[in-house]
């Protein structure tokens, strides 16, 4: 059972639009972590969200929790061909050893 | 400063037999936790490692073991491959325990990406 689901699965835009990528849950995270991974590459952390409702912006990347944390989303502003790749949100939950559970990701594709 | 490093970078083994992965964290890092990445999947947790003791383990077969020494690099044990163990296998190191009230940053290495055939 996939307790992340990431949607959608893959997007294809063109630079400059807009785009919101969604994380989800029936289960309750202590936080959730978004990163972004390059293919031959492992995953950098881009932002940590620990408190319900919380909003983080990154310059054109703006995330927020959810106020019942069970849920997260990222969305990009004008996004860029630099944009490009691929978007997991892993999500950790009280009383675990402390593994992240990891969303299945989202491939983004930005075309210049 | 250097970052999560891994060795090999590519691995190609056949089914059966055994394998190795090795993992140096960022200095100053005690923590190392090892995941693994089938294509088109996010990663899965296998293993977390704190000050030398097994912190978590993830629900993967115990033909995977690992360890950590005095310096805080890992190794990953597998054996007797299965054509399901390839994957992507990713290192991560943080400068605390990863507890699940509260996760320090995790810092990936870029992988071992092991081919069974």
């Known amino acids: 059972t996939q307790l992340l689901e990431q949607s959608p699965q893959f997007l294809s835009i063109q630079e400059g639009e807009n785009l919101t990528v969604y994380c989800n849950s029936s289960s309750v995270f202590s936080s959730l972590q978004w990163y972004r991974q390059e293919p031959g590459e492992g995953p950098v952390l881009l932002v940590t969200?620990?408190?319900?409702?919380e909003v983080k912006k990154l310059k054109r990347l703006t995330f927020q929790f959810g106020d019942a944390r069970k849920d997260s989303s990222l969305h990009i502003t004008a996004a860029q061909p630099g944009d490009t790749g691929l978007y997991l949100c892993?999500?950790?939950?009280?009383?675990?050893?402390?593994?992240?559970?990891f969303g299945k990701g989202t491939k983004l594709s930005v075309k210049p | 400063d250097a970052g999560v490093t891994q060795s090999p970078t590519h691995l190609i083994k056949t089914r059966g037999q055994h394998v190795t992965l090795r993992c140096s964290p960022i200095s100053g890092h005690k923590s190392v936790s090892w995941y693994q990445q089938v294509l088109g999947q996010g990663p899965q947790f296998i293993f977390q490692?704190?000050?030398?003791?097994?912190?978590g383990r993830g629900n993967f077969p115990d033909r995977f073991s690992a360890r950590q020494f005095p310096n805080y690099s890992s190794e990953l044990n597998v054996n007797a491959l299965l054509l399901g163990d390839s994957a992507l296998y990713l290192c991560?190191?943080?400068?605390?325990?990863?507890?699940?009230?509260?996760?320090?940053?995790?810092?990936f290495g870029n992988g071992t990406r092991l081919t069974v055939t």
């Open positions: 991560a190191s943080s400068s605390t325990a990863q507890r699940g009230s509260y996760n320090s940053p995790l810092h």
């Open positions: 892993a999500g950790a939950q009280w009383g675990s050893q402390g593994n992240l559970i």
């Open positions: 969200v620990v408190t319900g409702g």
């Open positions: 490692y704190y000050e030398k003791e097994e912190r």
